[in-house]
């Protein structure tokens, strides 16, 4: 963004929307010298001592900047990020205007659908091999616009980590959802997304992911990495 300077890009939350309020973060947007900006702050936490908050919601809030930015240079399309401001712990990010993908599966032609399986596969599987998990891999963190380009949003639980069982972990997020949300879709909708999931990470890396998820689901419970999602 080359408008304005940097500095003048605060927000001030009393001519900003409340669009979210999230475990972790409020989600406002507002627009800023013509752009639809989107503000990520971290919400502080009353149990946790003030000082040890400070840190955690500073050093989460870059970690995730830093995620996003990466991933967008792996080639996987997501919010620019803009500003990070760590007095107040907010991460400034352009707007993506669309859907999420959890309200597009319901509305889309089969041809469609296995389209956008096979692109989101493909994406996962670029994060993937470069490195980066999401950590919330969900259909309502992909926003598909009016040109069903997608994008990858919300990368706040995610992490740099080349593990297997983060990878699994990943995939398994996404199977859940859509076994909860699309079931009558959600066969088809994995068919395409491990064919792209594939095509990028290898035979040999998709069946050690595919053989650890299978684990996960044996284990019958809904894993999270205790090191990231410490409170």
Known sequence: MERGEPSSLIMDERGARLIKIGAEAALFRFEWNGFSIVAKKRIPKSYRHPALDLRIRSARTTHEAKL?????????????????????????????????LKAIIPEVQADVLRELSIRVGKYVGLIHRGGIVHGDLTTSNIIVNERRQTFFVDFGLGDF????????IDIHLMRRALESSHYSVSKSFLRGFERGYREVVGERT???VSQRM???LGRG??????????S
């Open 68 to 100: 996003m930015h990466a991933a967008k240079a792996l080639g996987v399309p997501s919010p620019s990020v803009l500003l990070v401001d760590r007095s107040e712990n907010t991460l400034y990010m352009e707007h993506i205007a669309g859907r999420q």
């Open 161 to 168: 980590s080349t593990e297997v069982e983060e990878r699994a």
């Open 206 to 208: 998709f069946e050690e």
């Open 214 to 216: 299978e684990e996960i």
């Open 221 to 230: 419970r809904y894993v999270k990495t205790v090191k990231r999602r410490l």
